[in-house]
T-cell receptor, first 114, second 111 residues
Framework: SAVISQKPSRDICQRGTSLTIQCQVD?????MFWYRQQPGQSLTLIAT?????????ESGFVIDKFPISRPNLTFSTLTVSNMSPEDSSIYLC???????????FGPGTRLLVL | AQSVTQPDIHITVSEGASLELRCNYS??????LFWYVQSPGQGLQLLLK??????LVQGIKGFEAEFKRSQSSFNLRKPSVHWSDAAEYFC?????????FGAGTILRVKS
């Protein structure tokens, strides 16, 4: 299975600022995903990031707020822009690999916005 | 659209007791089904998955799950729970090329 790392593991930010989260995978993958997990909630897909194309955003998420880069097959970034306290969440990177659409997850980035 | 229901928000079991976590899905075709576990402060770890074939699947940490098409269920079981199993468990289904999660079940283990 893929080994996924994320930076930073956690951060405390002031409202109005932006944070870029990095996701690194130990092998080349076609499909990468970004999820948000709000406090006490399940996971919600933000967007799908495929190399060489624009990210595909889910309903309720827009590129201006959550710009994504996917420069190669092992790396992606998610930026949380103009943050407000409502953006306080865990942000998880995920990749799909292997037989049967199995998805693996990174350890998450815990973000607190004050 | 595909969906996943985990009817139990919290479950408390005694250490050494058996465990069953319920999961019901809604999906028109044959589903790909997963169980993940999230320990406090951790990311998601894959416990097991079902794609096809044998309806009883074995996973890591002594967990198993049974796919029942007639009941649209994929319940997770463990014969004897350990204190380290305390965590949140998520059932998920792939549909339309997306992984859709249930709301999760928080498992508490009492000694």
């Amino acid at each position: 299975s893929a080994v996924i790392s994320q930076k930073p593991s956690r951060d405390i930010c002031q409202r109005g600022t932006s944070l870029t989260i990095q996701c690194q995978v130990d092998s080349q993958v076609t499909m990468m995903f970004w999820y948000r997990q709000q406090p006490g909630q399940s996971l919600t897909l933000i967007a799908t990031a495929n190399q060489g194309s624009e990210a595909t955003y889910e309903s309720g998420f827009v590129i201006d707020k959550f710009p994504i880069s996917r420069p190669n097959l092992t790396f992606s970034t998610l930026t949380v822009s103009n943050m407000s306290p409502e953006d306080s969440s865990i942000y998880l990177c995920s990749v799909r690999q292997g037989v049967g659409e199995t998805q693996y997850f990174g350890p998450g980035t815990r973000l607190l916005v004050l | 659209a595909q969906s996943v229901t985990q009817p139990d928000i919290h479950i408390t079991v005694s250490e050494g007791a058996s465990l069953e976590l319920r999961c019901n899905y809604s999906y028109g075709a044959t589903p790909y089904l997963f169980w993940y576990v999230q320990s406090p402060g951790q990311g998601l770890q894959l416990l097991l998955k079902y794609f096809s074939g044998d309806t009883l699947v074995q996973g890591i940490k002594g967990f198993e799950a049974e796919f029942k098409r007639s009941q649209s269920s994929f319940n997770l079981r463990k014969p004897s729970v350990h204190w380290s199993d305390a965590a949140e468990y998520f059932c998920a289904v792939v549909g339309g090329n997306k992984l859709v999660f249930g709301a999760g079940t928080i498992l508490r283990v009492k000694s």
